[in-house]
C-alpha cells in the first residue's frame, strides 16, 4: 500500500507557511502567558473584595 501522508517537498510557499505558523505559535504562547500571569495576580485581590 502507498502512504497517504508522504512528505512533500516544500517550496517557497512552504517555508512561508512555517513561518506564519512559528510566528502564530509563538504569539500564541505569550498571549497565553499573559493569561496566566494576569490570573495568578488578582487572588490577591479576590480575597479582598468577598470580606
Do not use: F, I, V
Not at 512533500?8 to 493569561?35: V, Y
Amino acid at each position: 500500500m502507498a502512504e497517504k501522508n508522504s512528505p512533500k517537498k516544500h517550496g517557497k510557499s512552504g517555508d512561508g507557511r512555517e513561518d506564519r505558523l512559528k510566528a502564530a505559535l509563538k504569539a500564541n504562547l505569550a498571549r497565553r502567558k499573559a493569561q496566566a500571569r494576569a490570573r495568578a495576580t488578582p487572588e490577591d485581590k479576590a480575597g479582598k473584595d468577598e470580606g
